[in-house]
């Protein structure tokens, strides 16, 4: 059975630091991982998807890497904002199904 | 243009009642998805549905009844409603493999229920 685990579970940082968010699982045989951004009493918005095939997808300012042989994923934000806080969310498809497991997420606030 | 919408957004009701969540998306997907978020923000998948037809119920009492009238619309309806049941309910969708799972996925912003 797959399990997902997020560290840290909350990080608090001045802006303008560049932050690592970590998620690692415990079956490798994945078939893609997703990194999702939660906004309080909103839904889950898709920050990257990366495929088993692949190691990292950059979009902007965020950077996702996978390593499959290790179990772990790492999520960079480069110069934090204060717009960048929210509730950072992992989520392994695996299985003949892919169903996901969501880890329990990083929860991050960047103050001005 | 909202891509993934629910009604309502809140729900209180008391235990025993039944209740019914509506998924709607525009974003031409086949595969629409129900989740349940639970007071500790742990995410789990209950169903998914691809063009209409189930594909996957994860462990899901049959108190919940997932109906699909077309692939835009995805509904949720729960019978005898149980405290256990509050949560936070989020429908998504994506397009790709039938099972769903393989691309990106759209969530809604999410039901509040609360049983009474």
């Known amino acids: 059975k797959q399990e997902v685990t997020q560290i840290p579970a909350a990080l608090s940082v001045p802006e303008g630091e560049n932050l690592v968010l970590n998620c690692s699982f415990t079956d490798s045989a994945i078939y893609n991982l997703q990194w999702f951004r939660q906004d309080p009493g909103k839904g889950l918005t898709s920050l990257l998807l990366?495929?088993?095939?692949?190691r990292e997808q950059t979009s902007g300012r965020l950077n996702a890497s996978l390593d499959k042989s290790s179990g772990r994923s790492t999520l960079y934000i480069a110069a934090s904002q204060p717009g960048d806080s929210a509730t950072y969310l992992c989520?392994?498809?695996?299985?003949?199904?892919?169903?996901?497991?969501f880890g329990r997420g990083t929860s991050l606030i960047v103050h001005p | 243009d909202t891509a993934v919408s629910q009604t309502p957004k809140y729900l209180v009701t008391q235990m025993g009642n039944d209740k019914s969540i509506k998924c709607e998306q525009n974003?031409?997907?086949?595969?629409m998805y129900w989740y349940k978020q639970d007071s500790k923000k742990f995410l789990k998948i209950m169903f998914s549905y691809n063009n209409k037809e189930l594909i996957i119920n994860e462990t899901v009492p049959n108190r919940f009844s997932p109906k699909s009238p077309d692939k835009a619309h995805l509904n949720l309806h729960i019978n005898s409603l149980e405290l256990g049941d509050s949560a936070v309910y989020f429908c998504a969708s994506s397009q790709g493999l039938p099972g769903g799972f393989t691309d990106t996925q759209y969530f809604g912003p999410g039901t509040r229920l609360t049983v009474l």
């Open positions: 974003l031409g997907h086949d595969t």
């Open positions: 990366i495929q088993s095939s692949q």
């Open positions: 989520a392994v498809s695996s299985g003949g199904s892919y169903i996901p497991t």
